[in-house]
């Protein structure tokens, strides 16, 4: 069975860092577009970032330019969000997702992860 794994959330002052990490497995995971979605209670959930299967090819939302870069490491089935200089409105569930279209929009999405929280203190 395919499972996306999030790991690397907590509480972070605002203009602090963090790493998130996903794990995959099940997949054959070099061949899927990978992104990075974020939910905040009571919004709608919202495209971050995502990485093309060729790697270097990424997508970023307006709102995180900038800030959050995405990465992939094919050898270890595992993608990587670095998220610099966080703000109180990146307060979120971020959740890891894998789609077959790039960029990776909300409706194509295959598969999610179970999402790990993120908090940015003021």
């Known amino acids: 069975q395919v499972k996306l794994v999030e790991s690397g959330g907590g509480l972070v002052q605002a203009g602090g860092s963090l790493r998130l990490s996903c794990s995959a497995s099940?997949?054959?995971?070099?061949?899927?577009?990978m992104a990075w979605f974020r939910q905040a209670p009571g919004k709608d959930r919202e495209f971050a970032v995502s990485?093309?299967?060729?790697?270097?090819?990424?997508y970023t939302a307006d709102s995180v330019k900038g800030r959050f870069t995405m990465t992939r490491d094919n050898a270890k089935n595992t993608v990587y969000l670095q998220m610099n200089n966080l703000k109180p409105e990146d307060t979120a569930l971020y959740y890891c997702?894998?789609?077959?279209?790039?960029?990776?929009?909300?409706?194509?999405?295959?598969?999610w992860g179970q999402g790990t929280q993120v908090t940015v203190s003021s």
């Open positions: 997702a894998a789609t077959s279209e790039y960029p990776g929009r909300l409706g194509t999405v295959r598969y």
């Open positions: 099940g997949l054959a995971f070099s061949g899927w577009i």
């Open positions: 990485v093309h299967w060729i790697g270097s090819r990424t």
